[in-house]
């Protein structure tokens, strides 16, 4: 069978695939290499052959998760390497390289889905945008703190914004300005997170009008795909590119 993996800032998102390349047989998000590898172990049934993944981490991490994956499992891995331009898509960064691998496998992916001009929206650890035209051309994108880096700061530079997660959970019901902490700040980041996605989407229709798709990906795109009903929820938009890129022969 084939792993997949997808290796964010925050967490790694993995998937097993039948031998056919095309019909996924488990998957699950996991915080750590070694709850990755224990979640794979307790699944010894999967005889793993082959490994593809995409990476964000350091190449140093990404080094040794390759080399425990070959130990344990005998795997062979094959990574996605940056690309300047690859199925019918041109990278749009100045240097090609620096542009983050999950953003190219997701606009490759979202580009291919499309089969035209495409905004790819993904909420991790970071919320990133990418534009890709109907010629293929990538315009670029834009990079901000995603819902769990915007929460975070706020709670660790200032003394008095103290709140656990279910309050933040329940803080979430309603929009309404906030009448207590947890509500004024979940719901001050939610609709900054919101304002960003309209913004995109404005940008989108003065390059392009009505004639784009747009893509939401990524752990916390379940927050923002009510303020674009029109777009395309796809959680394993990056795994799409990702075939594109390390095809397995
Ligand atoms: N099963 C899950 N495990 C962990 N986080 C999840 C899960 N489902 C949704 N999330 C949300 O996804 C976010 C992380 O998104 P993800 O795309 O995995 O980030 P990254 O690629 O940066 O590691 C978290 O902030 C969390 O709110
Ligand atoms: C922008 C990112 C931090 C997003 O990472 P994520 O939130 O998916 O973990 C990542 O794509 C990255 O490290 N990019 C390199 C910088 C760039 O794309 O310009
Ligand atoms: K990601």
């Given at each position: 069978m084939i792993l997949e993996l997808d290796c964010g800032n925050s967490f790694i998102k993995w998937r097993v695939l039948r031998p056919d390349g095309i019909t996924p047989v488990e998957g699950g998000v996991v915080g750590s290499d070694d709850d990755l590898?224990?979640?794979l172990n307790d699944a010894?049934?999967?005889?793993?052959?082959?490994?593809?993944?995409?990476?964000?981490?350091?190449?140093?991490?990404?080094?040794?998760?390759?080399?425990?994956?070959?130990?344990?499992?005998?795997?062979?891995?094959?990574?996605?390497m940056p690309a300047?331009?690859?199925?019918?898509?041109?990278?749009?960064?100045?240097d090609?390289?620096?542009?983050?691998?999950?953003?190219?496998?997701?606009?490759?992916?979202?580009?291919?889905?499309?089969?035209?001009?495409?905004?790819?929206l993904d909420f991790g650890t970071a919320v990133t945008a990418d534009f890709v035209a109907a010629d293929g051309g990538h315009l670029g994108g834009f990079i901000c703190p995603g819902m769990p880096l915007?929460?975070?700061?706020?709670?660790?530079?200032?003394?008095?914004?103290?709140?656990?997660?279910?309050?933040?959970?329940?803080?979430?019901?309603?929009?309404?300005?906030?009448?207590?902490?947890?509500?004024?700040?979940?719901?001050?980041?939610?609709?900054?997170?919101?304002?960003?996605?309209?913004?995109?989407?404005?940008?989108?229709?003065?390059?392009?009008?009505?004639?784009f798709v747009v893509f939401l990906t990524g752990g916390d795109a379940n927050l923002v795909s009510g303020v674009v009903p029109e777009a395309r929820v796809v959680p394993d938009l990056v795994f799409v590119g990702l075939a594109m890129a390390c095809p397995l022969s």
């Open positions: 590898l224990a979640s010894k049934k999967f005889q793993l052959e082959k490994c593809r993944l995409v990476s964000v981490r350091t190449q140093a991490e990404t080094d040794s998760l390759v080399a425990s994956l070959v130990d344990v499992f005998g795997v062979s891995v094959v990574r996605a300047r331009e690859m199925a019918g898509v041109r990278n749009g960064y100045e090609y390289e620096r542009l983050g691998l999950d953003r190219w496998l997701a606009l490759l992916g979202g580009f291919h889905l499309a089969s035209g001009a495409c905004l790819v915007m929460r975070n700061q706020l709670r660790t530079h200032t003394r008095k914004i103290r709140y656990d997660d279910i309050a933040a959970e329940r803080a979430h019901e309603s929009l309404a300005p906030g009448r207590a902490t947890v509500e004024a700040v979940e719901r001050g980041c939610m609709l900054m997170l919101r304002g960003f996605v309209l913004t995109q989407l404005e940008l989108a229709e003065q390059y392009w009008g009505k004639d």
